[in-house]
């Protein structure tokens, strides 16, 4: 496999092309692009309330994303991590003291900024971090087998839309209600809620496909794993049209904000069908996690647009 094809096509000349995938590797593979695309799917939240954004929620989002997915892939070090055939696990293992150094310092900094949340943000933040955890070790036990959450049968995709629905759409809003800043209704929330889940598990399947040869022979019972490869992408569709017809029947009117919503999904829903082909790693973790952050750059231009 080509991983840095994509790379070597975006600018011309070799020396621009080493500086950028040098970025790049350290932009998506020490997960700090990931952190940033938790930043963006508050911030999306925060501009469909129309409130202004909590400083220390976003945060929050940024360092527990950035800890938690650094502690994902360190405690998963393969054997001989210099010879995988994955680059982002060469890259991860060739700078590992730069790892633990941002995994300990976004640890440290949830500290003092969990100190500025209500006490309903800091028991769901607890509990979210809780299911984070059991979802990569192992601390279930069957028939003397140990487990993890991701080790159940098609659970995996539910409990990372979950989480991330939970963090960047349930937390802002419990903050939003403890500071008496805006009146959310319980409709409002659980619709928010289900298009961000919706939205999550749909861009989150082909990394499951991308990864279904290497689940099998771990043994994770993942969608594709369990359905193969084109009934999941029919499901990431379904998925995203089921987004569609909750942004089409429960928005009360259509404004920028809708348009900015609809094209996103559209876009994402391309992307998602052409990683049938494209299996270089950065497609995966520079464009499909990108749609999150490419969300919250829609509404932004969208509000630009006089309609």
Same mark, same amino acid.
């Given at each position: 496999m080509n991983y840095d094809g994509a790379i070597h096509d975006l600018i011309p000349g070799s020396n621009?092309?080493?500086? @950028? /995938?040098?970025? @790049?590797?350290? @932009? @998506?593979?020490?997960?700090?692009f990931i952190a940033m695309c938790a930043v963006s799917q508050g911030m999306v939240t925060y501009w469909l309330l129309q409130v202004k954004p909590h400083e220390y929620v976003l945060g929050l989002l940024f360092c527990s994303t950035l800890a938690l997915y650094n502690f994902s892939i360190l405690i998963s070090k393969p054997d001989k991590p210099e010879n995988s055939g994955f680059r982002r696990v060469r890259w991860i293992f060739s700078h590992y003291r730069l790892m633990i150094t941002l995994t300990i310092i976004s640890v440290v900094a949830i500290i003092p900024l969990s100190f500025f949340l209500?006490?309903?943000s800091r028991i769901l933040l607890i509990g979210l971090g809780l299911i984070s955890v059991a979802y990569n070790l192992p601390i279930f036990t069957i028939h003397d087998k140990r487990f993890g959450l991701r080790n159940i049968p098609g659970v995996k995709l539910f409990i990372i839309a979950m989480v991330w629905a939970g963090s960047c759409v349930l937390l802002p809003i419990l903050e939003i209600d403890g500071n008496n800043?805006?009146?959310i209704t319980i409709n409002e929330t659980i619709l928010l809620?289900?298009? /961000?889940f919706l939205f999550i598990a749909a861009i989150t399947v082909p990394f499951d496909i991308r990864d279904l040869f290497q689940d099998k022979s771990n043994e994770l019972k993942t969608i594709p794993v369990i359905l193969g490869e084109k009934k999941s992408l029919l499901i990431c569709q379904g998925l995203l049209a089921a987004y569609m017809f909750l942004l089409f029947t429960l928005?009360?009117?259509i404004d920028k904000d809708f348009f900015a919503l609809s094209l996103t999904i559209i876009l994402s829903g391309w992307l998602i069908f052409k990683s049938k082909w494209k299996k270089n790693e950065y497609y995966y973790f520079l464009f499909l996690d990108g749609t999150m952050i490419l969300q919250f750059i829609m509404l932004l231009l969208f509000s630009t647009i006089p309609l």
């Amino acid at each position: 496999m080509n991983y840095d094809g994509a790379i070597h096509d975006l600018i011309p000349g070799s020396n621009m092309n080493k500086y @950028l /995938r040098q970025t @790049l590797d350290f @932009l @998506l593979f020490s997960n700090i692009f990931i952190a940033m695309c938790a930043v963006s799917q508050g911030m999306v939240t925060y501009w469909l309330l129309q409130v202004k954004p909590h400083e220390y929620v976003l945060g929050l989002l940024f360092c527990s994303t950035l800890a938690l997915y650094n502690f994902s892939i360190l405690i998963s070090k393969p054997d001989k991590p210099e010879n995988s055939g994955f680059r982002r696990v060469r890259w991860i293992f060739s700078h590992y003291r730069l790892m633990i150094t941002l995994t300990i310092i976004s640890v440290v900094a949830i500290i003092p900024l969990s100190f500025f949340l209500s006490t309903s943000s800091r028991i769901l933040l607890i509990g979210l971090g809780l299911i984070s955890v059991a979802y990569n070790l192992p601390i279930f036990t069957i028939h003397d087998k140990r487990f993890g959450l991701r080790n159940i049968p098609g659970v995996k995709l539910f409990i990372i839309a979950m989480v991330w629905a939970g963090s960047c759409v349930l937390l802002p809003i419990l903050e939003i209600d403890g500071n008496n800043a805006a009146s959310i209704t319980i409709n409002e929330t659980i619709l928010l809620f289900s298009k /961000r889940f919706l939205f999550i598990a749909a861009i989150t399947v082909p990394f499951d496909i991308r990864d279904l040869f290497q689940d099998k022979s771990n043994e994770l019972k993942t969608i594709p794993v369990i359905l193969g490869e084109k009934k999941s992408l029919l499901i990431c569709q379904g998925l995203l049209a089921a987004y569609m017809f909750l942004l089409f029947t429960l928005t009360e009117k259509i404004d920028k904000d809708f348009f900015a919503l609809s094209l996103t999904i559209i876009l994402s829903g391309w992307l998602i069908f052409k990683s049938k082909w494209k299996k270089n790693e950065y497609y995966y973790f520079l464009f499909l996690d990108g749609t999150m952050i490419l969300q919250f750059i829609m509404l932004l231009l969208f509000s630009t647009i006089p309609l």
